[in-house]
């Protein structure tokens, strides 16, 4: 069963900009963090950011994707996002989110972003 739910992926040349958004019920966004992972054709699953759910929204990012991407929550409407600039092609990837503590218990299906 999935919980959270993905959108946003596109076809995009390099260095453009696109923003993925993850949609979730409250008991899934309100648990200790939201996260994005992304897996490549080939390649292993990857961390790409995280936001936890505290009271500053602490965030953490993979060192390649630092500067570039952006890891936010709107609350209202129970969505993470992760706003993606400069993009590259080696950012072609399944971009998942999941949420949870430790484990993350809860993913998405993920959404496929394309750069070339």
């Known amino acids: 069963h999935v919980q959270l739910v993905e959108s946003g992926g596109d076809s995009v040349q390099a260095g453009r900009s696109l923003r993925l958004s993850c949609s979730a019920p409250?008991?899934?966004?309100?648990?200790?963090?939201l996260a994005w992972f992304r897996q490549a054709p080939g390649k292993e699953h990857q961390g790409v950011a995280v936001?936890?759910?505290?009271?500053?929204?602490?965030?953490s990012y993979a060192d390649f994707v630092k500067g570039r991407f952006t890891i936010s929550r709107e609350h209202s409407k129970n969505t993470v996002y992760l706003q993606m600039a400069s993009l590259r092609p080696e950012d072609t990837a399944v971009y998942y989110c999941?949420?949870?503590?430790?484990?993350?218990?809860?993913w998405g299906q993920g959404t496929q972003v394309t750069v070339s």
């Open positions: 999941a949420a949870g503590g430790s484990p993350l218990d809860y």
């Open positions: 936001i936890f759910n505290d009271d500053k929204r602490t965030t």
């Open positions: 409250g008991y899934t966004y309100s648990t200790y963090c």
